[in-house]
């Protein structure tokens, strides 16, 4: 297409996605443009009534967002690093994505690009199923590739070529200069993937993973005792594995739990990212407190008493390093400081109506999300020792502490309330305050356990309360 009297094409995900016949909504493009010719993009907003937003003058970079029936497209426009469109596609990351097609075919036929510029074999990589660097100094050039690289990989169902690992070890070291929001940006979309602990275990074996996570070095090779087949780290990277496994469909879950579980795990806290990739970094991150806190005792047990709190503050550094927002980082911070809880609600001889509502009082929308990683963490403990009898029953028992959330949260989960903080002042003559919030939790849990039902029950709660509480004082 030329306009303005700019030839551009369109380069990358989009063209590639479509020969792969991808069925990806089209409303971010890469285009390209030859070098100088930026200054013209801004002619193209004003002719399409969008909005032009310069990104980076040095390397020629700027946005269009285009407004669309459907919403809006954002166009990324870039100049050629190099004198010719072929010379541009050769500095590209990988092969599968140096590959373009003029602007006005494209707009033709975006399901049918051509005919195709494809100087690097791009299209023989993707007949191949095989992800290639453009060139061997592309993870020198820009270290993030590696993380792109399995991110890709685990998203398209390609293999990585072989002769690329060793290009990656070279440049891994180069991770430590990459912002921590560019490195959010690709693990989070590897861990939203169905392959996310195989791409995790490249990362490990390439040494990227010790330099995006450095706090999970210290439990690799560290034995756990008896009771676990792996050592810390090799366990945290199956249950990686098995969350792949678990959160994919939730088949092993009552069908009538399946479709709520996957819309839960779909859902964004932040636009972009969904929650079932912050649950898998809760996943691989649950035991990070493990090292610190081993305790070999005399017998020769092997204990880590508190790992789950030390953890939990490792995470928040983590999470603080990724630049996740407040929910995000709230969210992964729980996971691993209460990922033992439903273990031990498991075992219980019957699970009681008000320790359900006091599970949900304190993790409230994390709860289900802990409970999964409880569960993808049980199920990479034991690993052939595990007896299906137990499997069974603890996967009943999660069950029964899913169910509540999703079916009839007002009976025990979100109770709706009684009386109001207004109600009990008026009611007692009591002034704003913290007894207000502890009257108020009481009658909720009441409510939860099925012992009182109605306003009147509520108040006759609160007034005895009130009358212990004040012989309490004399």
């Known amino acids: 297409m030329t306009a303005c009297g700019v030839t551009a094409h369109v380069v990358g995900g989009a063209v590639r996605d479509a020969l792969l016949d991808r069925e990806t ?3 971010n493009v890469d285009v390209t443009v030859p070098p100088g010719a930026l200054r013209h993009v801004q002619g193209w907003a004003a002719e399409l009534s969008g909005a032009f937003v310069p990104l980076d003058d040095t390397f020629g970079t700027a946005r269009l967002v285009v407004p669309h029936a459907r919403g809006r497209v954002t166009v990324d426009v870039s100049e050629w690093r190099g004198p010719t469109l072929e010379a541009d596609l050769a500095r590209r990351d990988f092969t599968i994505n140096a590959l373009a097609v003029r602007l006005d075919d494209w707009l033709r036929d975006p399901r049918h690009p051509a005919p195709l510029v494809d100087p690097t074999g791009g299209q023989d990589a993707l007949r191949q199923r095989t992800l290639r660097p453009c060139f061997a100094g592309a993870f020198e050039e820009d270290p993030l590739r590696i993380l792109r690289a399995w991110r890709l990989a685990a998203a398209l169902e390609l293999r990585v070529d072989a002769a690329a690992e060793p290009l990656m070890q070279a440049a891994c070291a180069g991770l430590s200069r990459v912002s921590g929001e560019r490195i959010r940006e690709e693990l989070l979309t590897l861990l939203a993937t169905d392959r996310a602990g195989e791409g995790l275990e490249a990362l490990d074996r390439t040494g990227a993973l010790d330099r995006i996570v450095p706090e999970l070095a210290a439990g690799r090779a560290m034995d756990q005792g008896g009771f676990h087949h792996l050592d810390v780290l090799g366990h945290q990277l199956e249950a990686v594995r098995q969350a792949d496994r678990v959160l994919k469909d939730f088949a092993e879950f009552s069908e009538p739990l399946r479709a709520p579980l996957a819309a839960y795990c779909a859902e964004t806290p932040v636009a972009g990212r969904a929650r079932k990739g912050l649950i898998k970094l809760g996943v691989l991150l649950h035991d990070v407190g493990k090292p610190a806190n081993r305790q070999v005792h005399d017998d020769g047990e092997i204990w880590f008493i508190g790992h789950e709190h030390g953890g939990a503050d490792l995470t928040a550094g983590i999470v603080e390093r990724l630049r996740l927002a407040r929910r995000e980082a709230d ?9 033992l809880r439903p273990g031990f609600l498991s075992r219980e ?16 929308e994390h709860g289900p999300a802990c409970l999964l990683t409880w569960w993808c963490d049980r199920m990479a403990t034991r690993g052939p020792k595990s007896r299906l009898d137990q499997l069974d029953a603890q996967r009943a028992r999660l069950e029964e502490l899913l169910r509540p959330y999703f079916v009839k949260p007002e009976d025990v989960v979100r109770p709706r309330r009684l009386v109001t903080g207004h109600d009990l002042m008026e009611t007692f003559q009591v002034p704003s305050g913290p007894l207000i919030g502890v ?13 009182i039902r109605d306003r009147d029950e509520a108040l006759a709660l609160a007034r005895r309360h009130l009358a212990d509480a004040r012989a309490a004082q004399g």
């Open 349 to 364: 001889p019957e699970l009681t109506r008000r320790a359900i509502y006091r599970f949900y009082k304190d993790l409230g």
């Open 439 to 451: 009257l108020l939790d009481r009658i909720e849990e009441a409510q939860a356990e099925g012992s």
């Open 25 to 27: 909504a089209v409303d």
């Open 331 to 339: 969210l992964v911070c729980q996971l691993v400081r209460h990922h």
